[in-house]
């Protein structure tokens, strides 16, 4: 995991993490302190309840997301991005000094404006935030960015919000948490200066001032590429999600655990740890690439562990006294929720991150922060809604827990619904089970399988999986020419429908089937695509490379595109191949965790690209491996 850490020495990382870091610790910051002052001392201000003026606050902070970010996204493509972090971050510093003249002169109203131009602050910078991180960062170093930027923005949260918290606590609280807020702002503005100039993706645009017409046409841009809008949809319901059950700790840390504030904090501190290492770990389980086949992991996960979070809670609510964190965590309980709550930051770190990279990589960069700006539109609007299907389930007579059931069963539907709608996500999720399960999968050489462009693939073929193997070792998705009756395996048919194999048949079994193949072949390279073929033709029976058949002359010869040898190892003898008889007749043959490698040679000139050469080169990539 060396990779992703390494990028806090970059300056092309280091300062804009920090910028994020220490705004997203001020928000927090500012916010919880603001939140025990009116819990707490309301009577000071106002004949308001207490409830009322913090979901206001709420609604106040959120409020600036709708109304500012589509003109954020605008301003994001047209200038400079350092340049408009560095804006930003002087805001940042003059609301922070509103906010201490609010607290001096202990004026309600102003600490919601404040509030409001705090909000509008986040609002401007969020674009910024995620569109940048794609200029500066390489492609296998999008995870790794990403996993770094979410789990220090989730370790902020916790720490502004428990400082906030403390400071307001104390005597003096209000000028303490003025001090630490303009201080804090101050040191955000200095990172800021360090962030390196990104390249303007749209300088000729236009800004529309409209918000309502804008945010519409923001919506639009996300439409533009159907995975990256699902993907926005699944980043809005992980906020939504997470949403529910934030708001829920207070309750639950009080009528479930019986615990005082202290187990408020135990929650939200085990919470976003999980996050904090959920999010460090998809650099490693990913491979360093965007790897989407995790998301469906993700998912798993936050359902499981909430569902046992349901189960583990007591029906009945507890009576007396808040106990002190000692005596909460000296009931098993605690420990059992603290487990269930590190496991759902664990499996949401699986699930956001990579989420994020695939809008970043797959988005157009002349309307990326656009595109980002109409995320967060979308991600404000579904915290809404979680605060009102919350606030509307407790009202009708919900129990905390039975809203964790109903938000497990929820997310669940959600999953299996996007998942119908993009296979993509779930071809992914089994290709990456295959070789994180039944096998250890390495690569080398994948340099040589070129980024952009059409290239045909050629492999040896030594088990019913060879296909599903390559797909895992490259992140750009393949078209496999393969025998139609491997195509209609009912175990494996989905994941070759999904990636749209193209089948093929001998001109004995089907006269017009070669030619069929060969017309969809081409196509698929005319339109810029990847191809792998089996050059065999067949499954090996005895673990030997056979002779390459002359097919791939007539793909060549219609298009004359690279052509990449790879070669497998460690297959011959597994469950899927026929070393001893028929395949998948023998299960554990091997146990599981097999070492199995891909090696991938230099390109090939098509001219060059003859039978015999492929077959030498693939004999020479596997070596005496098999």
């Known amino acids: 995991m060396s990779s992703q850490f390494r990028l806090l020495g970059e300056r092309r990382f280091l300062p804009f993490f920090l910028t994020q870091f220490l705004g997203a610790f001020n928000d927090n910051l500012y916010k919880n302190a603001l939140v025990v002052l009116i819990t707490f001392q309301a009577a000071r201000f106002t004949s308001l309840s207490p409830g009322v003026l913090v979901n206001l606050a709420a609604g106040i902070f959120i409020l600036p997301f709708f109304l500012f970010s589509a003109t954020a996204g605008q301003l994001a493509d047209k200038f400079e991005k350092s340049r408009l972090i560095r804006i ?54 999008l995870v790794g960015g990403n996993a770094l930027v979410e789990s220090g923005t ?32 101050i040191l955000g503005y200095l990172a800021s200066r360090r962030i390196p100039a990104a390249a303007i993706a749209d300088p000729a645009l236009r800004i529309n001032w409209n918000p309502l017409t804008e945010t519409w046409r923001n919506i639009g841009f996300t439409r533009g590429n159907r995975t990256v809008f699902l993907s926005i949809l699944g980043i809005s319901w992980f906020w939504f999600y997470g949403a529910l059950f934030l708001s829920q700790f207070p309750g639950y840390a009080r009528e479930v655990l019986g615990g005082d504030e202290h187990a408020v904090t135990l929650l939200l501190a085990v919470f976003s740890i999980g996050i904090g290492v959920g999010s460090l770990l998809c650099e490693k389980l990913s491979g ?46 605690a420990w059992r929720v603290i487990v269930d709550l590190v496991m759902i930051g664990v499996f949401g770190g699986f699930f956001i991150v990579p989420l994020y990279a695939l809008i970043q990589s797959r988005s157009e960069p002349s309307h990326r922060s656009r595109i980002i700006a109409g995320n967060n539109i979308l991600n404000a609007a579904f915290m809404v809604v979680a605060a009102g299907l919350g606030a509307g389930l407790l009202a009708a007579g919900a129990t905390i827990p039975q809203l964790i059931l109903v938000t497990a069963i929820l997310n669940a539907l959600v ?54 193997v390559i797909m895992a070792a490259c992140r750009r998705p393949i078209r496999f020419v393969m025998d139609h009756q491997i195509f209609r395996w009912p175990l494996l048919s989905f994941a070759f429908r999904t990636s749209r194999a193209i089948p093929i048949a001998s001109a004995r079994v089907d006269p017009d089937a070669p030619g069929r193949a060969f017309e969809e072949v081409g196509r698929a390279l005319d339109a810029g695509e990847l191809v792998g073929i089996f050059p065999e033709g067949q499954i090996t029976d005895d673990g030997e490379l056979q002779r390459f058949r002359p097919g791939m002359r007539t793909i060549l010869a219609r298009n004359p595109v690279p052509v990449v040898p790879m070669a497998l190892r460690g297959l011959w003898g597994s469950f899927f191949s026929r070393k001893g008889g028929p395949a998948m007749s023998k299960p554990f043959r091997r146990g599981i965790f097999n070492r199995i490698e891909l090696a991938v040679g230099p390109a090939v000139s098509a001219a060059e690209a003859t039978p015999e050469r492929l077959q030498s080169d693939v004999m020479r990539l596997r070596g005496d491996r098999v």
Do not use: C
């Open 288 to 333: 360093r690439h965007v790897e989407i086949g995790l998301v469906p992991f993700g998912s798993i996960g936050l359902s499981l562990f909430a569902l046992d979070l349901w189960w583990a809670s007591p029906a009945t609510p507890h009576v007396g006294e808040p106990l002190a964190i000692g005596a909460v965590l000296a009931g098993g309980l």
């Open 88 to 141: 930003t971050k002087l805001m940042e510093v003059g609301i922070m000094g509103l906010a201490a003249a609010a607290f001096a002169l202990e004026s309600l109203a102003l600490m919601f404006a404040t509030l409001f131009l705090m909000g509008t602050q986040s609002s401007l910078f969020g674009p910024v935030k995620y569109a940048i991180l794609p200029v500066h960062l390489r492609e296998d170093e």
């Open 415 to 468: 999953a299996i619904y996007i998942y119908t709608l993009v296979p993509e996500f779930l071809l992914r999720f089994i290709v990456w089970m295959l070789v994180h399960t039944v096998y250890r999968l390495r690569v080398t050489g994948e340099a040589h399988v070129p980024e952009a462009g059409p290239a045909l693939l050629v492999a040896n073929h030594v088990s019913f999986v060879d296909a599903l």
């Open 154 to 185: 989730f370790v902020s949260i916790l720490l502004g919000t428990i400082a906030g918290g403390v400071m307001i606590g104390l005597d003096g609280g209000p000028l303490w948490v003025s001090v630490a807020a303009l201080t804090v702002a």
